[in-house]
């Protein structure tokens, strides 16, 4: 089955490929160039998950999906949330993104670091309907950046019964226990009603 992943991040199709695993055909919005980006302007990870697969569902007429997700750190009161990938600014980096989150949680103690990573999945129709299914993961923030691996906030997030983040972890661990394994899990039987 050919799924259209509405999105132009390689990390997130790569991580999306390898945790469906064998039977989808993915593409991206890389491959669709005369598709413009879709703003995300919702307040809510779900409200940015399904504009963005409505956007590309009708877009293209075929059925997209779209992720939102994001990290929620307990300290800063949920913060950095739907704006995660744009914390230290609108085309801030992940190592710019790290190091504010960093600065703001300076002599905050291992106890009060608690924070977790959420996923929304949406799959959505040309039609304009759409569904969700929701992931998170649990776990704290480290006190610097560790490992080499994943992207975003990898390096300082530390999920929960681990000791490493999951930058250290590496991919076959992450795409057991993350976010974005759990709502894709959940995403896959609406994925499989839709081929029928």
Do not use: W
Request: net charge neutral; with cysteine.
């Amino acid at each position: 089955m050919t799924l259209v992943l509405a999105t132009r991040n390689a990390h997130k199709v790569r991580e999306i490929g390898q945790v469906l695993g064998p039977g989808f055909r993915l593409r991206s919005l890389a491959d669709f160039p005369e598709v413009p980006e879709v703003p995300e302007e919702g307040e809510t990870f779900e409200a940015n998950a399904v504009q963005k697969a409505a956007f590309a569902a009708r877009a293209l007429g075929v059925p997209a999906m779209a992720d939102d997700s994001g990290l929620e750190v307990d300290a800063l009161q949920g913060a950095p949330g739907v704006r995660s990938a744009r914390f230290a600014g609108e085309r801030a980096t992940s190592a710019e993104n790290n190091a504010k989150l960093l600065r703001l949680l300076k002599g905050v103690q291992e106890a009060q670091r608690s924070a977790r990573f959420r996923c929304v999945i949406a799959l959505a129709l040309p039609d304009g309907t759409a569904r969700t299914a929701e992931g998170a993961c649990a776990g704290r923030i480290a006190e610097a950046p560790r490992g080499t691996g994943g992207f975003g906030y990898d390096p300082l997030f530390i999920p929960d019964g681990y000791d490493r983040t999951f930058a250290e972890l590496g991919e076959e661990v992450k795409n057991r226990i993350s976010h974005r394994a759990h709502a894709l899990r959940r995403a896959r039987e609406m994925i499989l009603e839709i081929a029928k």
